[in-house]
């Protein structure tokens, strides 16, 4: 008996060694993954080939797949995710197949993401866009504040031209935003062919008062490969929302370049609305790149922004964040301080440098179109 006993332990300990190591195939993921984070960093150019060849075959299939389903698949990831967390605690399988999860999470990532942060930013395929030495076009204080006149001015116009109900209110129905976000963002694949293709249907998040509690407007899921938004902002805020999120399942993972390809495609669409939202979408970063940059007295001396454009252009009506302030649990600075230090070293591990900072840089892809695109 004895015998027997200390072989069903050497059997056991084997078994879960194998497991704790994943066995075979989950090493040959985590190889695979390895390398295409080093050829990433380390080729020239292979990142461009991925993000243009083999990402798009993600979108059109596992992308299809989960846009059949009415709801964020990727928000019931991170619940399931939550839950595998705490059964760690308790559950001997659970402990054992945490690694061959973490491999295929990573693997995810890398496919999905990763990969893409090593593209040839936007800014490099406009000609003229460096000087002869390679060093990035600098643009004059004059060029920033005829760019965010420019935008204020059009703000100002088109907040008296848009359509509203007899209350001053906007109404929209949301299935047709969302078919006229992929629609618009579509338009722009003759300009940049990455942007071709299906198109994965943006989806609602049921938890979206959690959302705004870190001031988050979208977010895209690469483990479900969705576009996801929050649902109880401002309507002005979703049709630029979506078509930005829609820029990430299209493999450009930068959130300078998402902001600017949202914004595009919303300037470009034949819809009124669309077009509002693009530029109430980059006001706030043209506006605080201005206001950085002259004195006081210069900033007052400018076209102001009206008063129509201001109560337009808000995250959340003071209604709903008392909605959200009263049924959450946690507190909202606490979950956006949470928030941002995540995204920041997300992108910064990455190679974003800038971190969270690097959503302003869609000014200085503004700019390039303004100047250069349009010259």
């Known amino acids: 008996m004895k015998s027997n006993s200390s072989e069903n332990k050497n059997t056991d ?7 704790i190591a ?3 195939i989950f090493v040959f993921l985590l190889i695979i993954t390895i390398l295409l984070n080093i050829f990433s960093w380390v080729i020239p150019g292979f990142s461009d080939i991925y993000s243009a060849k083999i990402f798009p075959i993600w979108v059109n299939t596992y992308g299809r797949f989960t846009s059949k389903f009415p709801f964020s698949v990727g928000e019931f990831m991170i619940i399931a995710g939550l839950i595998w967390l705490v059964m760690i605690l308790f559950s001997k399988w659970i402990r054992r197949h945490t690694i061959r999860l973490l491999i295929i999470i990573a693997l995810v990532m890398t496919l999905n993401c990763f990969v893409n942060y090593h593209t040839t930013p936007i800014s ?11 060093t990035k076009r600098e643009f004059t204080i004059a060029e920033l504040t005829e760019l965010r ?4 001015n059009i703000c100002n116009q088109m907040s008296t031209e848009v359509p509203r109900n007899e209350n001053g209110e906007f109404s929209y129905d949301e299935q047709e935003m969302k078919e006229t976000a992929r629609e618009a963002m579509s338009a722009l694949g003759e300009r940049f062919p990455k942007l071709s293709g299906y198109y994965v249907t943006p989806k609602q998040l049921v938890f979206s008062g959690f959302m705004s509690q870190q001031y988050m407007q979208g977010y895209f899921f690469p483990f479900s490969m969705e576009a996801n938004y929050n649902d109880i902002m401002y309507i002005t805020n979703k049709p630029f929302t979506m078509c930005h999120e829609l820029a990430h399942t299209k493999s450009y993972i930068f959130e300078d370049e998402a902001n600017f390809l949202a914004y595009l495609a919303c ?10 939202s693009g530029y109430l979408g980059v006001l706030n970063y043209v506006n605080n790149a201005f206001y950085a940059n002259v004195s006081k007295e210069e900033y007052l001396s400018h076209v102001k922004i009206s008063d129509q454009v201001k109560k337009d252009n808000v995250f959340l009506t003071e209604e709903n964040w008392k909605k959200v302030e009263e049924s959450s649990p946690l507190d909202t600075e606490t979950v956006k301080k949470a928030a941002d230090t995540f995204v920041d070293t997300t992108l910064k591990v990455n190679g ?8 302003d840089r869609v000014v200085e892809l503004m700019l390039l179109e303004y100047f250069i695109q349009t010259s």
């Open 13 to 19: 300990n084997k078994t879960e060694k194998k497991s």
């Open 22 to 24: 994943g066995g075979p």
């Open 124 to 134: 490099d395929t406009y000609e003229n866009s460096k000087l002869k030495d390679g």
């Open 149 to 152: 006149d420019e935008i204020v």
């Open 267 to 276: 300037i470009n669409s034949d819809d009124i609305f669309f077009r509002y």
């Open 352 to 359: 974003v440098n800038d971190g969270k900072a690097s959503y």
